[in-house]
């Protein structure tokens, strides 16, 4: 209906998403070449201004200070597991995705009456844990294979 009764504000939104696409094209084609400078910029330069617009990007927010202490205690704790050579991305993705992980898990024991039965019996969700048995596993062995292997 959105054509059919206003046409002129479709194709006004789509020549608007054609335009910001073109201008965007230019000015990453012109702004590239001096990003990649960056790289070059002193690590002790370029700190300060992130943690600011890290600390304003966390208080805009909700206009709370606990958004803010919440976005310290995690720097903290990315740059305790970064000392310790533990890898950032993994924590950072099962962050992300757990509450969407619980949500769908909570839906799915309120459909079979809170039977985890059908994790094991449904082919999906099974071939699902299978893979990730099989991760566990191998990184286990993996690792366990690379501490008892002679030091060259």
């Known amino acids: 209906m959105l054509f059919s009764q206003n046409a002129f504000i479709a194709y ?48 805009s927010v909700s206009s709370r200070y606990f958004d803010v202490g919440v976005m310290l205690v995690f720097a903290l704790i990315g740059f305790l597991m970064n000392r310790a050579r533990i890898p950032t991305g993994p924590f950072i993705i099962a962050y992300i995705l757990t509450p969407m992980a619980e949500e769908n898990l909570r ?19 099974a071939v699902f844990l299978a893979i990730a048995a099989v991760s566990i596993v191998w990184a286990l062995t993996s690792e366990a294979k690379a501490r008892t292997a002679p030091a060259p």
Do not use: E, H, Q
């Open 12 to 59: 006004t939104v789509i020549g608007g998403t054609l335009v910001a696409n073109l201008v965007m094209l230019v000015v990453m084609r012109v702004a590239t070449p001096m990003l990649a400078k960056l790289m070059y910029v002193n690590k002790a330069w370029l700190l300060p201004p992130i943690v600011v617009f890290c600390v304003i990007g966390a208080f």
């Open 107 to 125: 839906s799915g024991l309120v459909i079979y009456d809170g039977s985890f039965l059908p994790l094991l019996t449904r082919p999906v969700p």
